[in-house]
């Protein structure tokens, strides 16, 4: 056991426990031999499975991607470092951090399954309720606690919230899975609130603390933004709301038809006035009936860190996070640019790490631990929708060596904060569903967009690429300034991975979907698209201010409107003959001709 | 390390001695080696390069690196090596290496395929040594040469007939234990994975074997049905594995030295998994 490192003014590690339950691991084994004994049919196997987090890897039941929940989005370094050593024992030596800050690790042999959860328990972490029509992870904003502009800090809410939720009768069999997302305020960029079941925003009104609550949004085949519940809602009535969103959608919840049964179906269908009475109504009953030993579940004060964290050193001079930086700059200045930002607290630093597409191998998470360990006083790790590290209260006078520590095991790319940092979901690497390789393709980009330095052009700092595998948006490509889902197409005769683009989507307006490319044409697309915002741009622009103005048909240059932009693009999508470049019609990571294969999906989303 | 001492002291309660020499269980721990090396009563063999070697090794110590052995590992130059290490037939033998146990195993099974049947494995690497701060010497060993006989084992040991032969047998079991990546890439028909980093723990070449053994009933394998390792190419991730099954209590193992390589080089079927892009999840 490594100790952790005294750090001035804190007595202890800050520690993340209890999620994981010992005797869960034990009843899975159970449940894997009874299941090759045949003694249990596969539907009930599979439900039972995905209650307990592991789904089935691409067309082999034998094999499963376990997702490992962290709640709040929180992990410490203790925690990565035991996944480290299970993805390398029992997985395929890395973890993959989700859009939805889960860790992943795939292509575990179904009978391992249970012996990954029992290193997980060992350090306080589940996959329970990871997957399944369940309250899958809820998220928090990585900025919570340190962001300037947020009413109070959401975290201890969130980690509360998923607490309450875990095992909990009412939601174990629910019509579809539930998303719980808090944001820090709501200016966060990139929030992903109004896309969630429920979407909560910290706000404080007469001095007392409360939430703005968002229902009914989500992405998929149909998309909702969420809608605001109403004007305030106190703090006290934060679980009652939650509770009676949740009783509703299991009692009215379509349980037939498999595609239309989250909750945003059912505010649909029912009208959001309505549904908005319901809840209000729901929660009058809820809170009337809510026992106080129910109640005490849900504890808040038990998340906080209570922790005494010290000021940060004054410093004579400040690290130039905002300086201009170019392609040439030393790669210490262009990663400050791109991925370090300052607190509200005066001093302290948050640093992303940039990942590609959520990969992360054994040894790079443990060097991450370890620096995690000597140089953030909070002493954890955030993981972010955007796929990467968040290590947060980071000495300005340590950054430099937060730098060299992070490059010593080949984690200091820029970018992260930027456009480059392009989001993948797993796609045919291992999910059922995909037609795709998006997971490839995210990794793509951000190579070519590294190499061309454009994660130093802030003009495009604000733009998003988010790319899924096929139209279930794990890769969240509705909400990316560029978005893509994967598809197949006949294209010059030849079936063809082809992936559908959308343009300006953000955290409250989804993306319209413009056409079709070909999966070999995307980076060439982008880049297309980069250069024709260059040339048309007005003054003072930035691209994903363009792209939307251009999609909402005002475009101020030679490009007016979406179909404008479409024929400016149909060039750069051709592809040359099969016989010429046989390469061109397959997708990234294959030899062979493109042959779209899906199997049962157990929504992987 | 105590789980360790418990692990060998359960094994050594029934070792016989032979000509006043203890037999050995599979797994070695510093404590015991340190003990015998004070007894002078084991021959220990250091399987890195030689250059490591030189550097420094472990007291007592002599160099095989696994490169000499296996540039003719036939029977009779096995015997030959042993005979010049100032091996005799019951003298315990305990290797190492650095290479996280693989490359002492291969060198290990080879000798106890001969007919060394007193070798062990160090319990850890000679990394791990060092961080103990045990004792380490610079000096080359060598000992005055000693007779061996050569009594083949041939129940430890497969080919590649012999695997097509165990095909559609439910009692013999093959074992890949290459990395999860490789095996879904391609693999001999039938078998099962069980990569070799699935074997170690924390500071140990192997895991207890409690853990072992559990693995081993998680995948519905008995101990006593007929096991064969192997693994990329020249026996060494499989004859580590090959050592966690023994320990783990199964009987009968039998290690494929020659591996997929020679498989694939024979042209002999193989099982493929084509329909995923496993390989775009490593961040390598
Ligand atoms: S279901 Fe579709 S969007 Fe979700 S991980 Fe699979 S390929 Fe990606």
Redesign the interface.
């Not at chain 1, 797993?426 to 291992?430: L, M, Y």
């Given at each position: 056991m490594k100790k952790a490192t005294m750090k001035e003014g804190i007595a202890l590690p800050k520690t993340n426990p209890r999620w994981g339950l010992e005797e869960e691991t034990e009843n899975f084994?159970q449940k894997?031999?009874l299941f090759?004994q045949r003694k249990l049919s596969d539907d009930d196997f599979r439900r039972f499975r995905l209650q307990h987090g592991a789904y089935s890897?691409?067309?082999?039941m034998d094999y499963s991607m376990m997702r490992i929940k962290i709640p709040g989005g929180e992990v410490t370094p203790e925690q990565l470092e035991k996944i480290a050593?299970l993805s390398?024992?029992?997985?395929?030596?890395?973890a993959?951090v989700s859009t939805r800050q889960n860790i992943q690790l795939?292509?575990v042999?179904l009978?391992?399954v249970?012996?990954v959860m029992r290193g997980l328990v060992e350090v306080g972490l589940t996959t329970r309720e990871a997957c399944g029509n369940t309250v899958r992870n809820v998220m928090c904003s990585p900025f919570a606690g340190t962001c300037a502009d947020e009413a109070f800090d959401a975290t201890p809410y969130s980690k509360a919230i998923a607490r309450f939720f875990l095992r909990n009768t009412m939601c174990q069999n629910l019509p579809r899975k539930f998303k719980i997302n808090f944001a820090c305020c709501e200016k966060e960029k990139h929030s992903l609130v109004r896309i969630a079941d429920i979407g909560l925003v910290p706000a404080i009104k007469d001095g007392a603390r409360g939430f703005r609550v968002y229902l009914g949004g989500g992405l998929g085949a149909a998309s909702f933004i969420g809608h605001l519940l109403e004007e305030f809602t106190p703090e006290d009535m934060l679980l009652s709301t939650c509770m009676a969103t949740i009783r509703l959608f299991d009692r009215h919840g379509n349980r037939e038809n498999m595609a239309r049964n989250r909750m945003r179906y059912l505010v649909h269908e029912t009208g959001w006035e309505k549904f908005q009475k319901m809840v209000l109504k729901e929660r009058t009953a809820v809170q009337m009936t809510l026992a106080p030993a129910t109640i005490k579940k849900f504890d808040v004060k038990a998340e906080e860190d209570t922790r005494q964290l010290p000021k940060a050193p004054r410093m004579t001079k400040l690290p130039m996070l905002n300086d201009q930086v170019t392609k040439s700059s030393p790669a210490y200045e262009r990663w400050l640019h791109t991925n370090v930002l300052a607190q509200k607290q005066e001093g302290y630093f948050t640093v992303f790490v940039t990942?590609?597409a959520g990969?992360?191998?054994a040894s790079?998470l443990r060097v991450l631990a370890n620096t995690i360990r000597e140089l953030s006083v909070e002493g954890v790790a955030r993981n972010t929708p955007q796929q990467n590290f968040a290590i947060r209260y980071v000495k300005g006078t340590d950054l430099r060596q937060f730098f060299d520590r992070l490059a010593s095991a080949g984690l200091a790319n820029p970018g992260a904060l930027t456009i480059a940092s392009a989001v993948g979901c797993?796609?045919?690497?291992?999910c059922n569903l995909a037609i795709t390789?998006s997971?490839?393709l995210a990794?793509e980009v951000q190579k070519k967009f590294l190499e061309l330095g454009l994660d130093t052009d802030d003009s495009l700092r604000d733009s998003t690429i988010k790319i899924s595998g096929c139209p279930n948006s794990c890769g969240q490509h509705e909400i990316a300034t560029i978005g893509f889902f994967g598809g197949a197409s006949r294209v010059g005769g030849a079936m063809t991975p082809t992936y559908t683009m959308l343009l300006a989507g953000n955290a409250s307006e989804l993306g319209k979907a413009v056409m079709r490319v070909p999966a070999k044409r995307v980076v060439a697309t982008i880049l297309k698209i980069i250069e024709l915002y260059k040339n048309e741009r007005s003054s003072g622009e930035t691209m994903s201010q363009w792209i939307d103005n251009v999609v909402k048909g005002q475009g101020k240059g030679t490009i007016k409107d979406a179909e404008g932009m479409k024929s400016a693009l149909e060039q750069v999508i051709q592809l040359p003959t099969p016989e010429v470049d046989p390469d061109a019609y397959r997708?990234?990571?294959?030899d062979?001709r493109f042959n779209a294969?899906t199997a049962r999906g157990e929504c992987a989303a | 390390m105590s789980k360790q001492k418990n692990r060998s002291a359960s094994k050594q309660a029934n070792s016989d001695t032979n000509q006043g020499y203890v037999q050995l269980p599979i797994v070695c721990t510093a404590d015991n080696l340190r003990m015998l090396i004070r007894k002078r009563a084991v021959r220990v063999v250091d399987v890195r390069r030689q250059e490591d070697y030189q550097k420094e090794h472990i007291p007592t110590a002599v160099s095989l690196p696994l490169a000499k052995l296996l540039q003719d590992d036939s029977p009779e130059k096995v015997v030959e090596i042993l005979e010049k290490l100032g091996i005799s037939d019951s003298m315990p033998i305990v290797v190492y290496d650095d290479t996280f146990g693989a490359l002492a195993a291969r060198v290990a099974w080879t000798f106890q395929y001969v007919g060394h049947e007193n070798t062990a494995l160090l319990e850890m690497t000679f990394s791990q040594w060092k961080s103990l701060g045990l004792e380490t010497e610079t000096k080359p060993n060598e000992f005055p040469a000693a007779n061996h006989s050569l009594r083949l084992n041939k129940e430890i040991f497969a080919d590649a007939s012999y695997i097509e032969s165990a095909k559609g047998q439910t009692d013999k079991i093959l074992i890949d234990s290459r990395?999860?990546?490789n095996f879904?890439t391609e693999h001999i028909p039938e078998a099962m994975?069980i990569?070799y980093?699935?074997l170690r723990s924390?500071g140990s070449i192997l895991r207890d074997p409690a853990e072992l053994k559990?693995?081993m009933e998680?995948?519905?394998i008995p101990v006593d049905s007929e096991i064969i390792t192997y693994c990329g190419s020249v026996g060494t991730l499989s004859g580590l594995a090959y050592y966690a099954l023994k320990l783990a209590g199964a009987k009968n193992v039998k290690l494929y030295p020659k591996s997929f390589k020679e498989w694939k080089a024979l042209g002999k079927p193989k099982e493929e998994?084509?329909?995923?892009?496993?390989?775009?999840?490593?961040?390598?």
């Open positions: 084994a894997v031999k090759r890897s691409r067309l082999r050593s390398e024992a029992f997985s395929i030596g890395s993959h795939h292509w042999q009978e391992d249970s012996e990942l590609g990969d992360i191998t790079q797993s796609g045919t690497t291992s390789n997971h490839r990794k997708d990234y990571g294959s062979s294969k | 990395e999860r990546l879904l994975n990569p980093t699935m924390n559990r693995f998680n995948r519905g998994f084509k329909d995923a892009n496993y390989w775009d999840l490593s961040a390598e």
